[in-house]
């Protein structure tokens, strides 16, 4: 599990995460983390927002700074 801590500060860099159904969605721009009750990511990638729900997340690492 990750903490919400770390995921919050890599807001705003590229990331890479893998998914616990086997998917990997790389080099997306983290929004934003976690926020009280909104248990998601917010990522943005090709051009779409996707809100990924912070339980399916099995890892999450920087690809490259903003």
Same mark, same amino acid.
């Given at each position: 599990?990750?903490?919400?801590?770390?995921?919050?500060? !890599?807001?705003?860099?590229?990331?890479?995460?893998? !998914?616990?159904?086997?998917?990997?969605?790389?080099?997306?721009? !983290?929004?934003?983390?976690?926020?009280?009750?909104?248990?998601? !990511?917010?990522? #943005?990638?090709?051009?779409?927002?996707? #809100?990924?729900?912070?339980?399916?997340?099995?890892?999450?690492?920087?690809?490259?700074?903003?």
């Amino acid at each position: 599990m990750l903490g919400t801590r770390t995921v919050r500060e !890599l807001e705003g860099y590229k990331v890479s995460v893998a !998914l616990s159904n086997g998917d990997r969605l790389d080099d997306c721009d !983290l929004v934003a983390g976690p926020r009280g009750d909104a248990n998601r !990511l917010w990522l #943005f990638t090709v051009g779409i927002d996707l #809100f990924v729900p912070l339980t399916d997340v099995v890892a999450i690492w920087e690809t490259g700074r903003p």
